[in-house]
């Protein structure tokens, strides 16, 4: 190979600018908008996935405390009917009570007072009879068994008429004193909270 060949080749680059090379290596602007378009959809999936969350929670709030409500509307009609029922039958027992210690009928058993009883016979059927407080539930349990045991007793004159309606009378005010304010006081106060509520009851 003569002088002139050799003139033609490219001198060798100084192995600093080799070495400068290697440290900073040339960017390449491609890389970057790859990495940030991937950066972006990992950020706007995490942003979907937390508000389909957040929207399922709300939503499953919102149906958790209708539902609620709902139930307090029902318990509510639920125990004014029982108030209602029982205090038509209080004054029921007590005219009776009235009658037979006054004019002592022969025929008592023609006598006998008809009794309203489909609220009561129906709450063996409603899911919201348990919810009402166990106390009023026994304490009218009671009332309404030991009213027909003392009945069923002055018409079997095992009880003297007076004497069986000063016990019937007994009870109308046990159940006038204490159990009807407690269960008008339940279901009152269930009757503020559904209004709150912007829920209106009769």
Do not use: C
Not at 167 to 184: F, I, R, V, W, Y
């Amino acid at each position: 190979m003569d002088v002139n060949d050799q003139a033609s080749f490219p001198a060798p680059a100084p192995a600093t600018a080799i070495e400068d090379g290697k440290r900073f290596p040339r960017l390449d602007n491609r890389e970057l908008v790859k990495t940030s378009f991937w950066i972006s959809q990992i950020f706007m999936i995490i942003a979907t996935v937390a508000g389909v969350y957040l929207a399922a929670q709300e939503g499953l709030s919102q149906a958790i405390t209708f539902d609620n409500l709902t139930n307090k509307q029902n318990n509510y009609y639920l125990r004014h009917a029982l108030y209602d029922e029982v205090q038509d039958n209080i004054t029921i027992i007590n005219e009776y009570a009235d009658f037979i210690a006054g004019k002592a009928p022969f025929d008592i058993k023609n006598h006998k007072p008809a009794l309203a009883s489909f609220v009561w016979e129906n709450m063996r059927y409603s899911p919201y009879t348990l919810e009402t407080p166990p106390q009023l539930l026994s304490q009218t349990r009671r009332f309404y068994l030991q009213v027909t045991d003392i009945i069923g007793k002055i018409e079997g004159r095992v009880y003297g008429a007076k004497y069986g309606g000063d016990l019937l009378k007994g009870l109308t005010k046990e159940m006038s004193d204490n159990t009807l304010p407690a269960l008008k006081a339940n279901y009152t106060a269930l009757a503020d909270e559904l209004r709150r509520n912007d829920i209106i009851v009769d």
